[in-house]
């Protein structure tokens, strides 16, 4: 389970907008130099993003603006979606290329370019598919495990 720390910003009838704060963990892996990610991190860390979460367990009654969350997604959620992400419109493309390379007419080459761009157009269209699909299964979402700190009410001094 992955989980981030937030402060709660809006509060919805089913689900909570969590502001993160990008923080790059790079500091710790052994491609350091190597990797994309590291890059962007570089590039954007410290920018803050919004994230609308479930309530979890809890009620969203319970929570309230500027409290500190920590928020958690299932590590199989990441993995399924970055193989359907990445490698589906890639295994499109593919078999789109060897489809078209295997026609009987001439020109063998261009077909497979041909074919490849629109395996990885149906790839593309898969993909936006699913993501519109499961855009509210909750499965899918970002959950609130917790209230790391709650928020500080103003108090007022009396004389």
């Not at 080459?109 to 299964?137: E, I, N, S, Y």
């Amino acid at each position: 389970m992955l989980t981030e720390t937030g402060r709660v910003v809006g509060i919805e009838g089913d689900g909570i907008w969590v502001e993160t704060v990008r923080r790059s963990t790079c500091g710790t892996c052994s491609a350091q130099k190597g990797c994309g990610h590291g890059l962007l991190n570089r590039i954007s860390e410290g920018r803050r993003g919004y994230v609308r979460a479930l309530p979890g367990e809890q009620s969203v009654d319970d929570y309230n603006i500027n409290d500190q969350v920590v928020i958690s997604i299932p590590e199989e959620v990441i993995l399924r979606g970055s193989f359907i992400a990445y490698i589906l419109p890639i295994f499109f493309m593919l078999a789109g290329a060897i489809g078209g390379s295997h026609f009987l007419i001439g020109q063998q080459d261009l077909l497979a370019v041909a074919g490849a761009a629109g395996g990885l157009a149906l790839g593309f269209t898969v993909v936006r598919r699913h993501g519109l699909q499961h855009r509210q299964d909750p499965a899918f979402q970002p959950t609130l495990l917790r209230i790391d700190a709650p928020a500080l009410e103003s108090v007022t001094i009396s004389k």
